[in-house]
Nanobody, 124 residues
């Protein structure tokens, strides 16, 4: 069973930084995509960024461009989300998702496996 597990969430002041990690076990494909999504209280889950396992295909939501960087360490089966210049509106539960054999996509329906999420709270 493919299982992503997120870590690295926490509380930070506006303007600060956090780095989220997502390690996936039980992987069955050598090529895959990983995505980061987030869900704020009372809002729908939204896509943040995605990356192909080779690292040659990276997509960002407009809200993440210029502030967030997604990267991957294949040897560790881990994808990272470096978040800088955080704003209060970035407060949400952040989820990592795996698309085995696929490509990064902003659609949550393209992802087969999801982590439990990690809370990010940005105070102003």
């Amino acid at each position: 069973q493919v299982q992503p597990v997120e870590s690295g969430g926490g509380s930070v002041q506006a303007g600060g930084s956090l780095r989220l990690s997502c390690t996936t076990s039980g992987r069955t494909y050598s090529s895959y995509a990983m995505g980061w999504f987030r869900q704020a209280p009372g809002k729908k889950r939204e896509w943040v960024a995605g990356i192909r396992s080779s690292g040659d295909s990276i997509l960002y939501a407009d809200s993440a461009k210029d502030r967030f960087i997604i990267s991957i360490d294949r040897a560790k089966n881990t994808v990272y989300l470096q978040m800088d210049t955080l704003k209060s509106e970035d407060t949400a539960v952040y989820f990592c998702a795996a698309n085995e054999g696929g490509w990064p996509s902003p659609s949550e329906y393209e992802y087969d496996y999801w982590g439990q999420g990690t809370q990010v709270t940005v105070s102003s």
